[in-house]
């Protein structure tokens, strides 16, 4: 889960404030690293970004100060490519003359930045929402129009994601939805698009909600929507949104555990895109399968994924797994392991204090440590030998939901894996969620 928010007005004004502001009501989506971007009417493009936290990285690249008619940031939660300025969002092309941001997962990443390479594109990341705006370049570089190229870049990029770019010498700004959220906002002299409400609430109440396969183009004076599949324009009536803003930030539920819960089939699809994609999953699977005895460590509700993972594993792939409590990892088992061992170590945040106490105590025995951890950039991620994200962006009520749900379908995906088993069956299981 990433966020992104676009403005369009109709004249060169100060959108550092407007953009800060937007940035800290998306905080929530993702805190890896942040970035802004202004057009101006003059052709040129001020890009500004940086690895933390929204507030730290403003205050350090002085975002208040940015001025244009056109504006965007977005909070990146990293699955592809890790923390860093250069992966940092939003992305210009090969020229700069389009810049551009996503929330979501392009699978196919991989792929297309060697496509865009061979092609003689100017890579510089390995972060999928470079890949977005190279998808578009593809074809705006073949000669067709913003629409026409954003029509083609769609079906190129694989995956769960939204999308914002914009070119110098023009006064809009396109947006389109392919799985992950994306809302328009309509104003006086000015249009937004956003991954969700908090962020267009407070500049207007009258919204336009998309649907996938849809393509808004933001104007000053409005918003008109197309569909990728023929191009045609889509009629739709203006939302006028009358609930609070705490109604908004909470998805129009009660609270942020029953948001999180409805949130599960979305992330369970994107996390299975993610899994059947992943040039990782191999060698994952190869030395679970390779072990001499395997272990499932975790706490709280990971060590009950954890227990769940070895049932799966058990009646999958007919191998048995050793689920195990991280404090209890340390006496019971850590002296007697080698380097025939696997540990699989399970965190949502990828902090936590026992879990990692136990990687580090397997790792002085030379066990081979393997991680499912939600969040990026995290110490688990990054001392672990081999990962996989699990892809929830971020989980604000304490009791887990969709953290456990994608943590039970990674260890279901990987014991069918390493059975033999084709993962397509679990394609319909997000809508039984």
């Given amino acids: 889960m990433c ?9 060169e004004q100060p959108l550092g404030p407007i953009l800060l502001e937007a940035g800290r009501r998306l905080a929530y989506r993702g805190y890896d690293s942040v970035g802004c971007a202004t057009l101006h009417v003059d052709g040129t493009i001020d890009l500004r970004k940086d690895v933390g936290k929204m507030d730290a990285v403003a205050a350090r690249l002085h975002f208040e100060e940015m001025t244009g008619s056109r504006g965007m940031t977005q909070l990146r939660w990293a699955t592809f490519g890790k923390p860093s300025q250069v992966n940092s969002q939003p992305h210009l092309d090969s020229d700069g003359d389009l810049v551009g941001a996503h929330n979501g997962n392009v699978v196919n990443n991989a792929e297309l930045r060697e496509q865009f390479s061979a092609e003689g594109m100017t890579v510089r990341s390995a972060n999928d929402g470079e890949s977005c705006v190279h998808a578009v370049e593809r074809y705006v570089d073949r000669g067709y129009d913003m629409l026409q190229a954003i029509r083609h870049a769609y079906h190129d990029l694989e995956g769960d994601y939204s999308f914002i770019i914009g070119r110098v010498g023009e006064e809009c700004l396109y947006a389109f939805k392919k799985g992950s959220g ?20 407070p500049l207007t109440r009258h919204i336009l909600r998309m649907q996938d396969g849809e ?15 023929d191009g045609l324009p889509i009629q739709r009536e203006v939302e006028v949104i009358t609930e609070s803003m705490d109604w908004a930030a909470k998805g129009g539920y009660a609270h942020f555990m029953l948001k999180e819960i409805h949130e599960q089939p979305q992330v369970a699809a994107e996390l299975l ?4 994609a992943s040039e990782h999953v191999q060698p994952f699977v190869e030395r679970m399968a390779g072990a001499r005895n395997l ?3 975790g706490c709280g509700t990971s060590y009950h994924a954890c227990s769940l993972g070895a049932v799966y594993l058990a ?7 050793i689920p195990i409590l ?8 850590a002296p007697a392991v080698g380097p025939d061992d696997v540990g699989v170590f399970v965190s949502q945040s990828g902090e936590t204090k026992d879990v990692l106490s136990a990687l580090y105590a397997a790792q002085r025995r030379g066990m081979t440590t393997l991680a499912l951890v939600n969040v990026s950039g995290s110490t688990l991620m990054n001392e672990s030998d081999y990962y996989l994200p699990l892809a929830c962006g971020y989980e604000i009520s304490v009791p887990a939901t969709k953290t456990f749900t994608n943590q039970a379908l990674a260890f279901l995906f990987l014991a069918l894996r390493m059975g033999g088993r084709s993962t397509e069956t679990l394609a319909p299981l997000p809508e039984l969620l």
Wanted: glycine fraction near 10%; avoid cysteine.
């Fill in 182 to 201: 994306l809302v328009v906002g309509i104003g006086e002299g000015a249009t937004f698009a956003s991954s969700d409400l908090p962020s267009i609430l």
């Fill in 3 to 11: 966020g992104i928010f676009g403005i369009v007005t109709d004249k």
């Fill in 215 to 229: 393509i808004v183009v933001l104007r000053p004076e409005g918003a008109a929507l197309y569909s990728v599949e």
């Fill in 315 to 321: 009646q999958a792939a007919g191998r048995s797994a």
């Fill in 273 to 276: 895109h993610l899994l059947e």
């Fill in 295 to 297: 272990y499932f460590i």
């Fill in 326 to 333: 991280a404090p209890q990892f340390i006496p019971q088992y």
